[in-house]
């Protein structure tokens, strides 16, 4: 089948592209279909936010699409950023200001308090109007600083509860390396995102 992946973001669009893939899709970006429709998030939930994308690039593309919203939430910060993960500090996309301002929002935080977890909301839509929509999560906490390099968004400060193994099984965290320290094949089996999309 051939999906268009709903997203501009490259961090996301490459791990839609290869959960997709290796589930024996073909998948087709938004540049791709020469697509440059920016539709306004205008949801409270992510669930909201991940259908309004899907309905209007579905619609655009005639494609059966997958639109995904997701973000993190902070149980210190009564789950902010949530919703407003991606422009948390004011601008759409600016990881590193994003990054500071969660830091400072939490810096009196002691690690016993700093639970958190990434959150991804899936709506795969069918041109013919017909969706399905699923969510899954990853429990952690936030660390005090940046560390890896192997992410986007707040993966350098997201330290995941457990880290996948290469048989696909998973383990406590106990080296607490930040999402951004692991291997995709580490967070394939343990992504928000990836458990969202084993459901659809």
Known sequence: ????????????????????????????????????????????????????????FCKASGLPTVADDSGLCTDALNGAP???????????????????????????????????????AICFMLPDGRALEVAGECPGSISFAETGSNGFGYDPLFVPARVGLPDGTTTENTACRSYAELTD????????????????
Not at 27 to 40: A, C, H, Y
């Open 82 to 120: 949530g919703v407003y993960s991606a422009r948390y500090a004011g601008h759409h996309g600016d990881d590193a200001a994003n990054n500071a301002k969660l830091l400072h929002e939490m810096a009196d935080v002691p690690a016993g308090q700093r639970a958190a977890k990434f959150v991804s």
């Open 185 to 200: 094949a580490e967070k394939d089996a343990i992504s928000h995102r990836g458990r969202a999309m084993e459901k659809l």
């Open 1 to 56: 089948m051939i999906v268009c992946a709903a997203s501009n973001n490259a961090g996301k669009l490459k791990e839609l592209r290869r959960i997709l893939e290796r589930m024996g899709h073909e998948v087709k970006s938004l540049r791709e279909l020469g697509i440059t429709l920016d539709p306004e998030e205008t949801g409270t939930t992510f669930a909201e936010n991940a259908r309004i994308k899907a309905e209007a």
